[in-house]
Structures are given as C-alpha cells and as structure tokens.
C-alpha cells in the first residue's frame, strides 16, 4: 500500500508485549536518523501516547471499523510521501474482531510482525508462530519477534522449526526494570511519567541487541532494516509493482460549518482522553481550537463551546482545587448555556460543577439544549420490595390451584421473626413474608 517500508505489528492475545517492542523499534529507528511514522489500530487513548513520544510524531488510530477503508488509504498515503519507516500497532489478537487487525493488514498489504510472549515455552514457540502464519492465505506474516526470552540458549531454541519463510527477527531478553506501570484503565499516561524517555532509549537499546540475537532457519542474522529504511518489505513491493490497491484517496471536502466558531479544549494529564483527528476534525470544520490546562491554573479562552476531555480528574482533584477560578469560569459558561460536553468535574471545598447534558439544535451546531437528569437509583431495600410486590401480583394472576407453589417464599433464616413486616415498607405486600434482615 506505502511507497516506504510498513509493518502491522501485532501478537497472538494482549499482554504479549506489542506496545513495547513498536516503541523500541520506533526509537531505535528515529536515533539512527529515520523518519518514523507510528499508527494504532482500535479504540486506545494510552499507548498513542507512548508511541508518540517514541516516534516523535502524532499518532493518530488506523482503523477499518473506526475510520473506514478510505480515511485510513487516506492516513497511510499522507505518511508515506515523509516517512522512511511505518509501524501499525495491532489490537488484541492478529485474528480477533470484525474488522480484525489481520483485515487491516490483508487491506493494504501489510507485511505482519508477530510478537509472542515466549517466556513459558521452547520449541512450542515455532508451532504458534506457524499456526498463525498460514491461518489465512490473503496475509504475508514476515517474520515473529520473541519477547522475554530468558538467555541466548533459550532464543535458539525457540527458534528451532521455524520455516524458511519464518524467520525471527529479534529475541528481546526478559527484563522487569523495562516495564511501564499501569492501571485500571492500561498504561499510565505519558505525561505522567517523567522518566519516559529514559525507557523509551533502554527498551531502543534492548531492540538493537535483540535484534543481533535473530537468525533465520540457515544460522544468519536477519536484520528488520537497514540505514536506508531498506527492508523486508522491499523485495515484497518489488514482485507487485508499487503495492497499492487503488490510487490515493483525495481529501474530503467539508463544509466549513464552524467558521468563526471558538472551541477551547483541555489538554493536561486531567483531560487527555481526546484523538488526534477529533481536533483535525474540528479545525478542517473552521473552528478555532483553543487548548488550555486546568491544573496548570491556565484561564478558560474566550469560547462559544467548551469541551473537557475524559481522562482522570479523580487523580488531580488537589490540583483543580488549587485553582478555584477554573470552577469559576466553568460556572458562568454553563449560565450563559453554551455547550460544554465533557465528564463530570468536582472536588471537595469546591463548587461542585456538573456540566449540562445537551443536544444540538437544528438553528446552530452551538446552540444547546438542557435534557432531562437520568432518574436515581433505587437501593437494594427498595429493588426487594419491588421484586416481592411483582411476585406477588404474578401469584394473584395464577387459577385458585396453583398459587400455594408459585414463587413460594424462602425459608426464614431469622427465627422469631415471622410476625414481624419488612421494616423498608410495612404497607407493601411483602408485609406477609418473614422480616428481611434484624431490623
């Protein structure tokens, strides 16, 4: 599909290591002076982060389900005409989903990379990595990378079986100094981790010595690519022309709908779950697109429309509270009732401020609209009762016969307590059954 080497670089399940390897082959390549395009396939806001401080550029996703067939012809044209190198992050498994990353690569001809764990295993490493070689005839799987390999003894081994056409590309040694935390959500966020580019160059390091580690079914070093971006792929592109399936895919006409519309967005380790493209999106819509930090105590621009990304404001509540003029500001753009998606934003001995769910109107794509508050929960006392009042009502519908065994009640686990209602609601039918719990 590109006019420079590309790779989709993806693994048998997660936890195989995928991010870490893009990364360290992204930064070994840009410090030997290549211009390193980087893409991520499925929903992700945490590893684009991390490949973009790898590869020195924005990362924006590649995804067939995501941005169709032709936005992502359209991604992949534009980062071909400037770059000497192009990796593709997969999602999950090569094969899992509908579209999978195995389709991406199939789309545009990618030759796939496919990283295994191989830390609990030996000759079996050369089986999977077979297995998902020929699972479909429509991909070209050009080489397996094994990560947490436990000595040079242990590379060789997984290597033994591997088919001619198999060859492995690079054993990266196991290492826990060289990984990332994480949480609930995946990686920590970049910007959060001051000694980022440190990692980034031991995990560059740790690439170009496993890379010396790859050798073919024959005994010799298989390099991934050369100085001049030269590759496996370019003997691949030279048995079909220029590799394409169609021609590149002219830019979408918009109608400039927000001209003259300001949109300020913020942009720090609080508000940091925003794509790339939603903000290119904006812009090629006419909008000026003003970001700002909160917890940087940066005032909110003058706006028509707010947006207040996800991310994690629950960690940086010190931070917001430290700057009361922010809440402030945000009090008076949603009294004004300008539209401002976003999550909800308070911290104690602060206002607390819940920005408006809204709609757009038909008059302007600005103008909001207050919608109606979801309804509260109801407790678990309440869910009960209402259960035992639909039980009941079901009973009262069955013929004469058959109510003393429909939805008969349970056994009082509270002995002594039989003549005693429920005390949530001594008028509802439940009255009848045993007490629910010591009241």
């Known amino acids: 599909m590109t006019g420079c080497p590309a790779f989709l670089i993806s693994a048998p399940a997660s936890g195989q290591g995928k991010t ?3 990364a360290a082959i992204a930064r070994s390549a840009r410090r030997r002076g290549l211009r390193v395009r980087v893409f ?59 579209p999978s990353s195995a389709d991406l690569a199939a789309a545009f001809d990618l030759p ?21 070689a020929r699972f ?27 088919p001619k056409e198999l060859p492995l590309i690079a054993a990266l040694k196991r290492n826990g100094d060289l990984s990332l935390p994480e949480r609930h959500l995946g990686l920590v966020q970049a910007l959060e981790l001051p000694e980022l580019d440190a990692q980034l160059d031991a995990w560059a390091d740790a690439w170009d010595v496993g890379a010396g580690l790859g050798v073919s079914e024959a005994g010799d070093r298989v390099p991934l690519f050369g100085t001049q971006g030269r590759n496996l792929l370019a003997g691949r592109q030279a048995k079909g022309g220029d590799g394409k399936k169609g021609g590149p895919v002219d830019g979408l006409a918009l109608d400039r709908r927000l001209e003259g519309c ?20 904006l812009r090629a819509l006419g909008a000026d697109v003003r970001e700002f930090s909160p917890i940087a105590g940066e005032d ?19 931070a917001l509270r430290a700057h009361p003029r922010f809440f402030a500001d945000l009090k008076a753009h949603l009294e004004a009732q300008r ?26 794509p600005l103008r909001a609209i207050p919608m109606p508050a979801a309804p509260p929960r109801r407790s678990m006392r309440a869910a009960r009762c209402a259960r035992a009042t639909s039980i009941t009502t079901f009973r009262r519908t069955l013929p004469p016969s058959r109510r003393s065994s429909a939805a008969s009640p349970p ?18 039918p439940i009255s009848r059954r045993p007490c629910c719990g010591p009241c």
């Open 20 to 22: 870490s390897v893009t």
């Open 40 to 98: 991520k396939t499925g929903p992700d806001y945490l590893d684009p982060m991390v490949l973009a401080r790898a590869s020195g550029h924005t990362v924006y996703q590649l995804d067939l389900f995501m941005g169709g067939e032709a936005h992502c012809r359209q991604l992949l044209d534009d980062a071909s005409r400037d770059a000497d190198l192009i990796l593709v992050e997969g999602v999950m498994g090569l094969f899992d989903g509908k």
């Open 112 to 132: 796939v990379l496919v990283v295994l764990d191989a830390s609990a295993m030996a000759q079996t490493f050369a089986a999977l990595a077979t297995g998902l």
């Open 136 to 162: 479909r005839d429509d991909i070209v799987v050009a080489g397996v990378i094994a990560n947490r390999v436990g000595s040079d003894a242990h590379a060789r081994m997984v290597a033994e079986g591997l």
């Open 262 to 281: 300001r949109i300020a967005v913020a942009s720090d380790a609080c508000f940091s779950f925003i794509y790339p493209a939603n903000l290119d999106l």
């Open 300 to 318: 909110l621009p003058g706006c028509d429309a707010l947006w207040l990304p996800g991310g994690y404001p629950e960690l940086h509540a010190e």
């Open 339 to 364: 539209p401002s998606p976003g999550p909800r934003v308070s911290c104690a001995a602060t206002p607390s401020i819940t920005p408006r769910r809204t709609r757009r109107s038909r008059r302007s």
């Open 411 to 428: 056994p009082n686990p509270f002995p002594g307590t039989e003549s005693r209602p429920c005390c949530s609601n001594p008028a509802s």
